[in-house]
């Protein structure tokens, strides 16, 4: 077979599974746009850059396999960036294919250049410049192999125009295997037998657990592993749907806006035991006073976690769910009703605090809840980031893994929205919700036109306060009221502005007989659409931790405009 280099990359890309790819054409990948006319590939075209690196999130956080985005050089590389430096610190395999100007000008300034492998180095798992179109036989399918293997994360591919349309000559049978995940080494039995040996020991044991549960498919076996020994769970953002909200040892997530109680068991464990989590520092709080009196127990695929913030008694690098599988064969049931009753006592007495529904119906956690109420079991939820986000994790009963995509680490404005395409475009059928704030949505807003073109079963919920509201928040509590830049003076009609993309627009009325019925209406119309709903202004997320502080540090609400800490 003769052909070009980007009709190779195309026939690669294909015999990978890709399906769909989300991106904007520019000159310098052209050619592999023309490729594509002839591929059963499906192309998704963005508004921006940034929301086809989110779509393609979308899909892979959903699916777990890697998804593929599409820019074109200069502008089109570094617009994709921000999404490729969420994926890394989310942990999502995503292949970024970048064109790039002609070798002979690289490093001439020519138009629309930029180094895309410098500027992708470090928000990587690797990346490669491909110098010639046979290199391609080898770099795609490593590319899929480590975007997916050991703990997932993106790869970048920046492909020169010389060379996607140098000429190729290959047989059928040189084609390679696609890439796919790679497995580990396993962690000795020794070891096993140890992580065994504490927790039966333990008399307070917790199990912290982070998004590598999800990832390595291992939420059953953490909620078993919970109910046989008997230990409290807490999760991180990341692991929200690891185990449903009603297990009676769930409780909830730690950190910045966990619950006091949530909190305060943690300073009474005397047995930490994390599997797939890195100890953030939303997590953690001040690193020093985080699980006083608790042994630590780390389970990672990535070496470079175990220690780097916490450092544990007993470090096991390995994949989560051979871990567990390995330990639950090695564990009794190990009964402890006071620790348990002692766990349900707290997260009894620290609830959520909210006015009732028929008092405050728009009340951001009565919102979030009526949400988990309304929706389907199957129904995948994505958000933006800002007090929406928080609101959703402390009141969302997520009850699935791989149905909450929210972006934790890079906390990046704008994800939700094109997060909520991908997500549909890999689960078709499943009602997709984006829970967004008006300071989020604008960042992407841009993607409703792809959103309208596609006609997916996609609503946009949008939290309207006209308020950057997180930062208006630490202004409040930490800043003695000085309020710089966080309140919008003038805001569009986002109902008004959705139908001029070409999707239903509705807002909530609050002061209509049945505002949360005029919402369940709204969800229930099929098709794509935005709804939004206005909520107080002054309202904030908590319980909250103060940046910088120790957990224990918790700020709680004891009246519906006051605030103190406990």
């Not at 390679?176 to 995940?181: L, V």
């Not at 497995?183 to 333990?202: K, T």
């Not at 499943?430 to 006609?455: K, P």
Request: one cysteine or more; proline letters at 7%; a negative charge.
């Amino acid at each position: 077979m003769k052909t070009n280099g980007a009709n190779l990359l195309r026939i690669l890309l294909e015999r990978q599974g890709i399906d769909t790819i989300a991106g904007i054409p520019g000159g310098a990948i052209l050619p592999f746009y023309d490729a594509l006319h002839r591929s059963r590939i499906r192309h998704i075209l963005t508004r921006h850059e940034q929301g086809a690196g989110f779509i393609a999130q979308g899909m892979a956080r959903v699916t777990g396999r890697a998804a593929v985005a599409l820019a074109t050089s200069g502008p089109g590389a570094t617009n994709l960036i921000t999404a490729i430096a969420d994926a890394r610190l989310d942990s999502v395999p995503l292949v970024a294919i970048t064109g790039q100007v002609p070798q002979a000008l690289i490093g001439t300034d020519a138009f629309q250049e930029v180094d895309a492998y410098g500027l992708t180095l470090p928000i990587t798992k690797h990346n490669f410049l491909v110098r010639s179109a046979a290199e391609l036989m080898d770099v795609v399918p490593q590319a899929f192999a480590i975007a997916e293997s050991g703990r997932p994360g993106p790869v970048a591919i920046d492909v020169p125009k010389d060379v996607q349309n140098a000429t190729i000559e290959f047989e059928a049978s040189d084609l390679p295997e696609p890439g796919r995940r790679e497995g580990i080494a396993a962690c000795a039995d020794a070891a096993i037998d140890e992580l065994a040996s504490l927790l039966a020991r333990a008399e307070r044991p917790v199990l912290y657990l982070g998004g590598g549960v999800i990832a390595a498919g291992a939420a059953d076996l953490a909620r078993e592993l919970a109910h046989r020994a008997c230990a409290p769970v807490v999760s991180t953002l990341m692991a929200l749907g690891a185990v449903p909200p009603e297990d009676p040892l769930f409780m909830g997530m730690l950190g910045m806006h966990g619950t006091k109680g949530t909190n305060q068991l943690l300073e009474e464990a005397d047995l930490l035991f994390a599997i797939g989590a890195r100890f953030d520092d939303r997590a953690t709080g001040k690193v020093a006073e985080f699980c006083p009196r608790a042994t630590i127990a780390h389970v990672d695929i990535d070496r470079a976690e175990i220690g780097k913030i916490k450092r544990p008694f007993l470090g096991l690098v390995g994949d989560a769910a051979d871990v567990l599988r390995r330990l639950l064969a090695r564990l009794e049931p190990a009964p402890r009703p006071a620790w348990c009753a002692r766990a349900a006592h707290l997260r009894a007495a620290h609830p959520l605090r909210h006015p009732p529904c028929v008092e405050d119906p728009l009340h951001p956690v009565n919102v979030c809840r009526f949400l988990g109420e309304s929706l389907a079991p199957d129904a995948i939820v994505t958000t933006d980031v800002g007090q929406h986000q928080m609101w959703m994790a402390q009141a969302y009963p997520v009850r699935r893994p791989r149905t909450f995509l929210t972006s934790g680490g890079l906390g990046t404005m704008g994800f939700g929205l094109p997060a909520a395409i991908g997500a549909s475009l890999a689960a078709p059928g499943r009602r997709v919700v984006c829970v967004s704030g008006d300071g989020s949505i604008l960042m992407n807003i841009q993607e409703l036109a792809t959103l309208a073109e596609l006609d997916l079963p996609v609503a946009v919920v949008l939290f309207n306060n006209d308020h950057l509201g997180l930062v208006r928040q630490q202004q409040e509590l930490f800043y003695n009221r000085r309020f710089e830049a966080s309140r919008f003076h003038a805001a569009p009609d986002f109902a008004a502005l959705a139908r001029a993309f070409g999707i239903r627009g509705v807002r909530i009325d609050p002061l209509a007989g049945d505002p949360l019925g005029d919402l369940a209406a709204a969800l229930a119309a099929p098709g794509p659409c935005l709804i939004d709903v206005p909520i107080h202004e002054g309202l904030n997320v908590l319980p909250m931790v103060p940046p910088g502080a120790a957990n224990h540090q918790t700020i709680v609400e004891t009246s519906t405009r006051e605030v103190a800490h406990a």
